[in-house]
């Protein structure tokens, strides 16, 4: 029996379906979830849609194509096997002929993103680049700092030939996506969630992509992905408080529908217009029917059929298997299906939505202030905090007697 994700794939060639972690905690999450199926009939269906998902080195039975990271997921990766990492960061310290925390968080963080890439070279090899990517963030502490990006950047481009550079979607994060892809370096811009953050990507993409070819680039292998945080639109509380006050009432279908708006709206302009990016849908969400909803994941069938990567985070993916039984198959013209328009209309009285809806509803300086960005980039920052955390517990282990003058770097 196909996976729900299986059937999604099927809908269209174009589909790509992406890990939402590290690659390498996926055997460990694979057995956890085979463990908990409730009978043998359900651990053998699981066993065989598991065994299908994420194969690096099989390409032809890998339903995953690619995979993505970010600070939240580095640090919960690592935290996650202190066995592992333990060890790992007491030798890069000792490494060091001048210890310092600063140096050695970024060392961490890099070797986690180059093992995750390491683990999907064999499929990005065996395609010739077109699947097998591992997106590596930026360290969210220099988002507003295009030198900083670009230099961190550059040297993780150096790491593995099938590293994607994530890069926030700020003003300065679209500069650094033009200097990248102007060296035909591949990009995923994050901490998206608006058609404006979209604008500015496609710009920066193709900008970036004419510079390379007036320099004689080779960008054949180079490729774009604008993130559409979706899931993170409609949870932020903006929504329901610009509704509130004015007397409308928002179900979680609603809600829905507004995160599905944006992204239906990106992608026809990248079919009409010819972008050469793709939206990777993230934060994705199956849908609770005690709240009124008829569907298992809006926002894969609303979205089905269409050239969409879908990055699936493993609580979603359980959450998929465990209801699998209320979805048959999905209509490969769901991408195409137009918002309610009551719906629309409704929505559009909302500035937080019309500000995202419109491609012209924000400046550039404003992305950081928009709220589905600010809750986003505090929690990110708060697992940041949590990897500096541990690199500082181990500089104690190492050397007690450095440690007054090592902990003044922890904090910039």
């Not at 999604?8 to 199926?37: H, N």
């Not at 019309?354 to 505090?378: D, K, N, S």
Request: aromatic letters at 8%.
């Amino acid at each position: 029996m196909l996976s729900v994700l299986e059937k999604l794939q099927q809908a269209s060639d174009s589909t790509e379906i992406w890990w939402d972690s590290s690659p390498l905690d996926f055997p460990r999450w694979r057995d956890g979830v085979i463990a908990k199926a409730a009978d043998r009939e359900t651990r053998a269906r699981w066993t065989g849609q598991l065994d299908r998902f994420l194969c690096p080195g099989d390409p032809d039975h890998s339903l995953v194509r690619g995979v993505t990271t970010n600070p939240s997921l580095v640090a919960k990766h690592i935290l996650r096997a202190p066995e592992t990492w333990t060890g790992e960061v007491q030798r890069l310290i000792r490494d060091q002929a001048a210890p310092d925390i600063e140096r050695t968080f970024a060392l961490v963080y890099q070797e986690a993103v180059r093992r995750a890439a390491g683990a999907m070279l064999p499929l990005w090899r065996a395609t010739e680049g077109k699947y097998g990517w591992v997106s590596g963030q930026l360290d969210p502490r220099n988002m507003f700092d295009a030198d900083r990006m670009l230099e961190q950047a550059l040297a993780f481009a150096d790491l593995a030939p099938n590293l994607m550079i994530k890069v926030p979607g700020t003003v300065q994060g679209y500069r650094v996506i033009r200097g990248l892809v102007s060296r035909g370096i591949s990009v995923n811009g994050t901490l998206s969630y608006t058609v404006p953050q979209f604008t500015v990507f496609a710009e920066a993409v193709e900008a970036g992509l004419r510079e390379a070819r007036d320099r004689g680039v080779d960008t054949s292998r180079t490729r774009a992905v604008f993130t559409h945080m979706i899931g993170r639109f409609g949870a932020n509380d903006d929504l329901l408080y610009e509704a509130a006050v004015r007397g409308i009432e928002l179900s979680q279908t609603d809600r829905r529908w507004a995160e599905l708006a944006i992204l239906k709206r990106i992608h026809r302009t990248i079919q009409e217009n010819g972008h050469p990016v793709k939206p990777l849908l993230s934060s994705l969400s199956v849908d609770d029917p005690e709240l009124g909803s008829t569907s298992l994941s809006m926002h894969l069938e609303q979205t089905a059929g269409g050239s969409v990567a879908y990055t699936c985070k493993p609580q979603f993916i359980r959450d998929t298997m465990r209801r699998e039984h209320e979805l048959t198959e999905f209509d490969a013209s769901g991408i195409d299906r137009p918002v309610p328009p009551d719906t629309l209309e409704k929505l559009l009285w909302l500035p937080s939505f019309h500000r995202a809806y419109e491609p012209t509803g924000m400046a550039p300086e404003e992305f950081a202030h928009y709220g589905a960005f600010v809750t986003t980039y505090a929690e990110v920052m708060q697992n940041t905090r949590n990897l500096i955390d541990f690199v500082t517990h181990q500089f104690q282990s190492v050397s007690e007697s450095a440690q007054p003058l090592l902990l003044a770097g922890a904090a910039r």
